[in-house]
Every structure is written in C-alpha cells, then in structure tokens.
C-alpha cells in the first residue's frame, strides 16, 4: 500500500511499523521502526506522558524522513 | 471424434524467410506448415483423435506493430476453420514471436471460447504479458528443444480439448497462471507442514503450497523541500475506525479502505474511535487510539508550525490477511486523492 500511494501520487510516504524486514520486502522506502506492533506510535500504559513523547519523537523523525534525499530503500532509526 | 487443430507459427517458420519478411501479412494454409507436420505425427502416435486442419501465419514485426489489425484478422483465419483447439509457436525466447503466440492465444480463447496452448521460454516477454491468459509449456531459450515442445503442447492441447480435469502447472508442465483451487487433501495441513519440514532438513526436494508473491520496487520519491508549506496525510492499516465501522471494514483480509474527515478533531477517543483489526491485541488501541493514529501529535506539530497542514481525511484499513492486489489497489486509490488533493507527503502507520 504504501509502496503504490508514493507511485501514483509521487510523493514520499514514511511508514511506522515494527516488523522492518515487512517493510522493506514490500517495498517501503522511507521506514521509521515503531515502538511495538499493537501500538506503533505510543505506549498508552507507560502513562501519557512518555506515550506522548515517543509519539511526538516518531513522527519527528517521519517529517525528517520525508525531508531526506536517499537513493534506496532506507531506516532511520 | 477428430479434434480439429489450428497451428499460429510466424514467417520464419513457414519458411517465408527471416527478418526480412517480418512484415509477412496474416495469411491461413489449410494443412500443417514446418513444425507442423511433427505435430501431426504426434496426434497420429496418439491415437489419431486429432489433426491441423490448418496454419495461420503472419510476421513477427507485421503482428507486433499492428497488434489489433493483426488479432482480428488471425482470429478471423483461425475461426474460418471451426477449430476445437489452437496450439501456437513455440516461441522460445524470441520477443515478438512470444508476444504474438501469447496474444492470438489469449484472444482465440477469449473470443472463440477455445482452449489454447502455446509454448515459451520463461524470460519470454509473452509469457509475462499473456501467462494468465493462455497455457504455456515452458520451452529452452532456442529450436533445440522443438520436438520436446511440441510434444508438451500437443499433450496438454488433446487433455484441454478433452476437457480432462486440468492439475496443477507443476505436474502438469505449464507455467502457473496464478489460479489457486480449493479442494481436501487426507493429511491436514499441520501434518503437511511437518512433512515439508523434515522434507526440508533432509536435504530433499519439497514445494510450498502457497507461493510468497514478488513485491516490487520503486525508486524513492523526491523529498519534501519545504516542510513549512506542506500538506501532510495520515493512513493506517491498523484497523482504526469511527466507532461502529460505518462502512463493514473487514477485520482481516479487507477488500476496502475508509477514508474518514478529521477537520477539527484534535484527537481521537476512545468514545469516538475503535480499532476493529483482527490481527493484534486492541488492548491499547482502546486505551487511546492515537497510538496507531497519531492525529493529536500530529495536530500539535501542525500548530507549532512544524508543517502547514493535516489532511482533511484519514485512510484507513487493516492490514492481516489482506491480498496483495487489494493492499496494492487500496494504495493506487489513495495515491490518486492524495495526488489531487496536493498532499505533499504522507505517513503510514502499520501495525
């Protein structure tokens, strides 16, 4: 899916997920590894305090992912 | 009953000549030509229930420049003698010839509801484009393999045309077209696995049931140059919906995606949203679902100025057990909004 949005709409899609190696054999070329699989962007039961921060950290991250100029397919951790 | 045979071999085959004569025009013998006769001897070893009542023949560079033209005027020779079957080729690697086998085939079983069979090799471009339609007999790269070919494709020609239930492409000896049927095996599936296994941990051969599909890759997109201006989408495929999932959402396997308005909304609740996948624990999806919908960070950034704006709408779906054409569909779909409505990227959150 993510793969076929940045296709058609030529634009950088950031995935958040936790299996990296999904991501990358689908095709993702902008991959941000999420904090768990049921709870990708967060930790509601760390409170919300750290939920929020990590939060606010990954997507962060995303908008410095989609700002970046790369040649293949690539993490940021 | 004789089954009557229609052979489709290019100019050089025919023995028209070679590059020379590739702009050959369609044009129908009504007996065997060049390979032809073997397969006649074939059917005559096998029993005599078949026979070519006629050749079709037309350039390789005449069929490819003038594809339509050149199908309907094929189709045409090839319906005016009334054949239970065509056989087409083989094309080996040759590009244009594949192409032609793969096309008059696919069309003589579309438009005379015909069984066809051709034969090619697998790098062939035909086989990419017309596999699907067709059955196509895996040949070598070149004619040394020519009597072995026609011998596959006239086998598996009198099985089609007999209506013998078809088997599996790799006992059968054709390429897999892709179809899957269902039907009960004695040993359940555990039990078939641990087979493998052990086939496996022995050294010896054994095939999966289920092919992994070939995913593609694309070069990746320019980045965002001016973050300040841009217009950001979020999307998911960890099941988050209105609460009540007011469009059936499958919870597993989906074969649709939702998109739904966040203008205002500063945060999704859990009185407001639910996650409705079926592959995970919705545990902390209930707590707060913005853990797989990031909306009110994302909200804050957007405030602060860290980019210009949401997206109006969020696309969602779930991700367990869902085909890779639907995912693949789903993402051509929302490409096309996020094309038009000028998003300049987009995140996606999986689960």
Known sequence: ?77 | MQYRIVHYINQFYAGKGGEDKADHKPESVPSPVGPGSEITRLLKEAGGEGEIVGTVICGDSYYGENIEEARATCLALIEAFKPDLLIAGPAFNAGRYGVACGDIASAAGEKLGIPTVTSMFKENPGLELYGKGCYVVPSSESARSMRKDLAAMTELGLKLVKKIPMGPAREEGYFSRGIRKCFFKEKTGAARAVDMMLARLRGEEFHTEYEMPVFKKIPPALPVRDIKNATIAIISSGGVVPVGNPDHIRVSSADSFGSYSIAGINDLTPENYESIHGGYDRAMAAIDPDCIVPVDELRKLEKEGAFKKLHDFFYTTTGTGTSVNNAEKFGQEIGEILRNAEVDAAILTST
Not at chain 1, 5 to 23: D, F, K, S
Not at chain 1, 53 to 73: C, G, P, S
């Open chain 1, 1 to 77: 899916m993510t793969r076929e949005i940045e296709r058609v709409a030529n634009i950088p899609v950031v995935q958040i997920a936790t299996i990296v190696p999904i991501m990358l054999t689908v095709g993702t070329n902008r991959v941000v590894p999420g904090v768990a699989i049921p709870h990708p962007v967060g930790d509601p039961r760390k409170g919300p305090e750290i939920d929020h921060t990590l939060r606010r950290n990954l997507l962060l991250k995303a908008l410095d992912a989609m700002q970046t100029e790369i040649q293949e397919q690539t993490i940021f951790e």
